[in-house]
């Protein structure tokens, strides 16, 4: 059974720095694009970033260019997401997720449950 488990979320001020990670039992974890996406209060699911199968291709919403960094090691099945420079309009429940088909605007196959930040002001 695929599972993809999100870890490192919590509460920062503002300003501040939080790591996320993600463990994927997926078998040719190499074979998927990944994804971060955060859902914020009242608001609908939204990427973040995306890395690609080698990790050598990665895109950023543009309100967190410069502040985060997605990587990836396909080596352990993890995804990671670097957030720097916190701000208030960070905070939402950030999911994981994972796509097989090579098409962008394809769905995501495989999604976590989620990990809460919350950048208080």
């Known amino acids: 059974q695929v599972q993809l488990v999100e870890s490192g979320g919590g509460l920062v001020q503002a300003g501040g720095s939080l790591r996320l990670s993600c463990a994927a039992s997926?078998?040719?974890?190499?074979?998927?694009?990944m994804g971060w996406f955060r859902q914020a209060p009242g608001k609908e699911r939204d990427i973040v970033a995306r890395i690609s199968r080698s990790g050598g291709s990665t895109y950023y919403a543009d309100s967190v260019k410069g502040r985060f960094t997605i990587s990836r090691d396909n080596a352990k099945n993890a995804v990671y997401l670097q957030m720097n420079s916190l701000k208030p309009e960070d905070t939402g429940v950030y999911y994981c997720?994972?796509?097989?088909?090579?098409?962008?605007?394809?769905?995501?196959?495989?999604w976590g449950q989620g990990t809460q930040v919350t950048v208080s002001s």
């Open positions: 997720a994972a796509r097989y088909s090579r098409v962008i605007t394809s769905e995501y196959d495989y």
């Open positions: 997926l078998r040719s974890f190499s074979s998927y694009t």
